[in-house]
Every structure is written in C-alpha cells, then in structure tokens.
T-cell receptor
Framework: DSGVTQTPKHLITATGQRVTLRCSPR?????VYWYQQSLDQGLQFLIQ???????AKGNILERFSAQQFPDLHSELNLSSLELGDSALYFC??????????????FGPGTRLTVL | TQLLEQSPQFLSIQEGENLTVYCNSS?????LQWYRQEPGEGPVLLVT?????EVKKLKRLTFQFGDARKDSSLHITAAQPGDTGLYLC????????????FGTGTRLQVTL
C-alpha cells in the first residue's frame, strides 16, 4: 500500500460524457501527479500540482483539466470523452530523497472504459 | 524529445533462469529509476541510479547505469514467479527533477 488513494477503481461511461477522478496523496506530500497509461502510449505524464498550484504540464489534452484543493486532494476532470480516452489513470505523490532526487508513490489507478 | 526505449518488450522464462532488461536513450539523464508494476496496481519504485557507471543490487536484482548516463540495465538472477510484472525505467525530463519520462516497458512472465 503506497498510501496514495484513488477513486473510483473502475469507471465505465459513454462517449461525450464527463467524469471526475479523485486522488488523495500520502499524508504530508504536497505534490500530486497525474499519469495516463494505455497499451499503445505507455505511461504518460499529464500534469503536476504542488500545494494547490499547477507546477508542470505534460501531454494533457485540452478536454482534460485538474485541480488540487486546500486539503491537497486532487481531481482530474475528463470531458467530451472519446473511445481513445479509455486507459488507466494513475495519481502519484512524491517526496524528495536527497541526491536520488524525487521518489514518486503511485496509487492503484482508475480504469476508465469509454463505450 | 527524451525517449527511453526498453528491450525486450516481452520476456517469458522459467523459474531459475537469468535475464537482462535494457533501457536505452540518445539523451543524457541526470538519474534513472526502475519500477515494477503488477496487474491492477500502480508502479512501485525499485531503485534510483544517479552516477554514471553505478551498480546497485537489490537481492537478486542488479541495476547498472551506463557510464554516459544514457542507458541502464536490470539483471535478474534465478528468476522467480514473484518477479512477474511490467518493468519500467524512467528518468526526469531536462530541467525538472519531478517530471518523469517513462520507458516503453518490459513485460516479464516467470513460470514454474
């Protein structure tokens, strides 16, 4: 158990719909990262928040947005869903480990299926 | 663009065999990490290598960072069914310590 929680575990929806994925980081971790994992694209970084503010952006579509709340939990909003958005979505939080850099702890993921 | 190519893509071996997984890039990375991901779970960090030429051991797993810091390898001795999973290398994108580029992955299956 990494200490990072994600809900829901599974989500099935239709094209054109909007969904919200939720993540709670490990206690004390200020950073939250969102990743998308699909068979053809592998694990792709989407976006990072640090203490409520956007810190870094990756390959995140304009139809997707995220935010981090004062209690540090984060939500990833996916709208106008397409079949190709079907994937595993992971959240991670991190801690700095000296010379080794940043260590990320991943949640169990949300499996999104768009029909 | 910093890409990390892993080989082989798939590997199916029997318990007790040795194997090596490679992670290669044309770009220099300040560090590389190796993760293992089991079905239905998120990736779990195994090790971080920082210095060119560095070798780290984790029980039966040996990790090496290339001298030029462009590649890394993971060697497993006497593989066990519990080693089954998706192995991912990852490195920080230039200019940031936290934005990771993940490799293409190696899916390992160890059978009895």
């Amino acid at each position: 158990d990494s200490g990072v929680t994600q809900t829901p575990k599974h989500l099935i929806t239709a094209t054109g719909q909007r969904v919200t994925l939720r993540c709670s980081p490990r206690s004390g971790d200020l950073s939250v990262y969102w990743y998308q994992q699909s068979l053809d694209q592998g694990l792709q970084f989407l976006i990072q928040y640090y203490n409520g503010e956007e810190r870094a952006k990756g390959n995140i579509l304009e139809r997707f947005s995220a935010q981090q709340f004062p209690d540090l939990h984060s939500e990833l909003n996916l709208s106008s869903l397409e079949l190709g958005d079907s994937a595993l979505y992971f959240c991670a939080s991190s801690v700095v480990e000296g010379s080794s850099g940043t260590r990320q702890f991943f949640g169990p993921g949300t499996r999104l299926t768009v029909l | 663009t910093q890409l990390l190519e892993q080989s082989p893509q798939f590997l199916s071996i029997q318990e007790g065999e040795n194997l090596t997984v490679y992670c290669n890039s044309s770009s220099v990375f300040s560090s590389l990490q190796w993760y293992r991901q089991e079905p239905g779970e998120g990736p779990v960090l195994l090790v971080t290598v920082v210095t060119g030429g560095e070798v780290k051991k984790l029980k039966r797993l040996t990790f090496q960072f290339g001298d030029a810091r462009k590649d890394s390898s993971l060697h497993i001795t006497a593989a066990q069914p519990g080693d089954t999973g998706l192995y991912l290398c990852a490195g920080p994108k230039t200019g940031t310590a936290s934005k990771l580029t993940f490799g293409t992955g190696t899916r390992l299956q160890v059978t009895l």
